[in-house]
């Protein structure tokens, strides 16, 4: 742990060392100024990182955030990142029982296999050219957006113009993402997998008139202008070891077991109170970087709290000594589970599941998807785990509002992982306990997570991934120049609760450094 210098007047003081954090740390140092990183835990990363969660084991999990797609190639160059990242060859895999016999659909692995998995999925072409249709849309819209990511907020007419298609800007961001929907597709399970892109961490219907949906499905297909969901090899935690490093090789002090308790500025200068378990100390500095919600950036400065935030997923990870058998003996289990695969989440199931969590009771049919980042990235196994076949399995709960956990968290967090692995067995040959490892205590390879253990685990406040509800990427009253701008001059907020914020992308950090450089003092 290394400690701030007493005496010292830093140019930035950051509090948080998620990987935002550290992105606008590397930044500021690179560029010559004098920054401090406070970080409560005695450990960087934040969510972004890898744990061993099995006592015994020697598996390395990403074990909150999993894929990397937003992170911009831009941040990576200009900190000189040692990160690589890998696409996985499967898009993504979803079961289904149709006329009594198990099938699905298989996309990935060329256009000619993906195009006849759709053929014998709903009988005809219709349903690939129609997607293929919505994914030129979505990618060109990608193309044109992603790169003013890392730009100051256009307005909303100038993102418009950058769009330049009318019809893709009524789709994704004036009507709900379920009119589109429904527009191009007709089957069911078609429209389920296309749906589930505006549902990650985001409790919304498809015909949701806030559009919150829609703003979610934008953020999830816009990734490195193309769409695509990569491994970090070594896992997240060695994106935000390598953007610690690049951080403290600039020369940034990271101060880790330093909890900020309160910040105090007059606009020009600022105070930051932490607190170690020995006691608290005061660090002076220009600029202040939050690297944490909303709320708390409220706490610290006394501020009028934002509106309550609320998560809505079950996050679960298990290490497995071989990949299940299908009930779909047409489709090999290692391709099944090197993409998302889907449970539970045809169009008309992730409709009930919404309308029974919105009337507060779990989803009856909880909808997931999984993926197996070991099929990827076999380095985060052990030598003797990888030999021996084992892998791993992460698992996202959609509808899953924290609201359905306050009555009795631990009850509901079993119930509902009961039966969302039912589901999953529903498609399997064989039980996925029989595929379970077990730690050195002789207990499943298991750990399940609330959106309630998320908010008590990292302070995301009601478990919410993004901090709070997506943003449009433009500017919108109050926004600011970059996005990062708070109603104190020299205090900024460079978490996921930023304008253009949520996910492991480093946008808000970068936005937050040029947003201070630009400042000049």
Known sequence: MTAPEPSRTYDAVIVGGGHNGLVAAAYLARAGRSVLVLERLDHTGGAAVSTRPFTGVDARLSRYSYLVSLLPGKIVRDLGLDVRLRTRTISSYTPVERDGRPTGLLV??????????????????????????????????????????????????????????????????????????????????????????????????????????????????????????????????????????????????????????????????????????????????????????????????????????????????????????????????????????????????????????????PPAEPPCEIYCHSLTDPTILGPDLAARGYQTLTLFGLHTPARLFARDNDAVREELLKSTLARLDAHLAEPLADCLATDADGRPCLEARSPLDLERDLRLPGGNIFHRELSWPHAQDGTGRWGVETRHANVLLCGAGAVRGGGVSGVPGHNAAMAVLEAGD
């Open 108 to 361: 990935g692995g060329g256009e000619r296999r993906t195009r006849e998995a759709f053929a014998r999925l709903t009988g005809s072409d219709r349903e690939y050219r129609a997607w293929q249709r919505f994914h030129d849309m979505t990618g060109r819209v990608a193309r044109r957006v992603f790169p003013t990511l890392t730009e100051p907020l256009p307005t909303r007419e100038e993102l418009r113009r950058t769009v330049g298609d009318e019809e893709a800007w009524r789709a994704l961001f004036e009507e709900p993402i379920g009119v589109t929907i429904e527009e191009h597709f007709a089957d069911d399970l078609v429209r389920g997998i296309v749906l589930t892109d505006a549902l990650i961490g985001t409790f919304a219907d498809a015909h949701d008139p806030s559009l919150r949906q829609n703003r979610c499905f934008l953020y999830h297909v816009i990734g490195g202008g193309t769409g695509a969901w990569d491994v970090p090899v070594g896992g997240m935690g060695a994106l935000t070891d390598a953007l610690a490093d690049a951080a403290r090789a600039a020369g940034a002090v990271i101060a880790t077991g330093h909890e900020a308790v309160r910040i105090a500025t007059d606009g020009r200068t600022a105070e930051v109170t932490h607190r170690t378990a020995d006691g608290e100390g005061v660090a002076a500095t220009r600029h202040v970087l939050v690297n944490a919600s909303p709320r708390e950036l409220a706490a610290l400065t006394g501020d009028a709290p934002p509106p309550p935030a609320e998560g809505a997923q079950l996050k679960v990870n298990m290490l497995l000594t071989r990949l299940p058998r299908l009930r779909d003996a047409s489709v090999d289990p290692r391709e099944a589970f090197a993409g998302t695969f889907h449970i539970a989440e045809g169009y008309e199931q992730l409709a009930a599941a919404y309308a029974r969590a919105a009337a507060g009771e």
